[in-house]
């Protein structure tokens, strides 16, 4: 999906994720689940990365992580946003022409998005999630966007599906109330 918006240049990635996606090849797979904000990196036209939700560190490598860092992605781990707020995280969202939103449903709290395949203890609740992509749209223009991860064989009651539905018409409203005030 990234390279499919190659049309854009210095395109900001927002990820929201439990993970850090980095990992440069997953056995001999190298655009597996584990990758794509590794991928992402690589291509000419993004140039900046926040990722929020981070947690469960053992998912990625010390390597990945030194490898993020020295791109200068901004990692922004949950206990983070829960310590200082969904504001203050915003506020560390990078300048940029404009934006693509990843949300990996196991980026929030796994007891409301229970439906997803490596759910990880902590995470981002609804509320702060929305409040990201808010900020995003206040910023520039969301080019794209993507809900991912949702599995409806180990969801309840189809919450996790409502949520990442939820999140997805948030989106677009906020990124249409944007084009409005811009
Ligand atoms: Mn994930």
Known sequence: MF??????SDLCVV?????????????????????????????????????FGLRGL???RPTAFADARQWDSVLVPAPQ??????EAACSLIPQ?????????????VPSICPGTGSPQPGGLL????????????????????????????????????????QLILDAICFATKGMASR
């Open 3 to 8: 390279r499919a918006l190659d049309r854009f």
């Open 15 to 51: 990820q929201v994720d439990a993970h850090l996606d980095w990992t440069d090849s997953y056995g001999e797979f190298r655009e597996s689940h584990s990758s794509p904000m590794r991928r992402a990196s690589e291509m000419p036209h993004i140039t900046s990365m926040v990722q």
């Open 58 to 60: 053992g998912s990625s």
């Open 81 to 86: 946003v829960h310590r200082d707020g969904a």
């Open 96 to 108: 940029a022409p404009c934006y693509y939103i990843t949300v990996d449903i196991d980026g929030l």
């Open 126 to 165: 609804y509320d702060q999630v929305r409040e990201i992509i808010r900020a995003v749209a206040a910023r520039g223009p969301i080019v794209g966007l993507d809900v991912c991860e949702v599995s409806p064989p180990y969801d309840w009651a189809n919450q996790t599906s409502l949520y990442a539905a």
